[in-house]
């Protein structure tokens, strides 16, 4: 069964930078190729939020408040996906989330999670 987990996460102040990487396992680089991997977040007491996702093609797509300052990435050979985040503020401290969604057979998975914290 396919897997996907977080890293990268941790403690970083205003106007640093992460990359967050997500690795899947249990899938050869082919078959990596037909998930549209993609990134969220969630803050406490807040509904988890889309930031941004990329097909096996390499289209990506972000929403705008991601679209100025994190850049997603993804290395098919190494089943994995990047976020960039510059420019980091308070507001973006949050858990955040990888996703995996099949392109033909409609699953879907999440990974665990990795905190992310912004503050002096």
């Known amino acids: 069964q396919v897997e996907i987990v977080e890293s990268g996460g941790g403690l970083v102040q205003p106007g640093g930078s992460l990359r967050l990487s997500c690795v899947a396992s249990n899938v050869n680089f082919i078959n990596f190729r037909n998930y549209v991997m993609g990134w969220y977040r969630q803050a406490p007491g807040n509904e988890r939020e889309y930031l941004a996702s990329?097909?096996?093609?390499?289209?990506?797509k972000y929403a705008d408040s991601a679209k100025a300052r994190f850049t997603i990435s993804r290395d098919d050979g190494r089943t994995t996906v990047f976020l960039q985040m510059d420019g980091l503020r308070a507001e973006d401290t949050a858990v955040y989330y990888c996703?995996?969604?099949?392109?033909?057979?409609?699953?879907?998975?999440w990974g665990p999670g990795t905190q992310v914290t912004v503050s002096s």
């Open positions: 990329v097909t096996g093609g390499g289209r990506t």
């Open positions: 996703n995996a969604k099949h392109r033909y057979e409609g699953s879907e998975l």
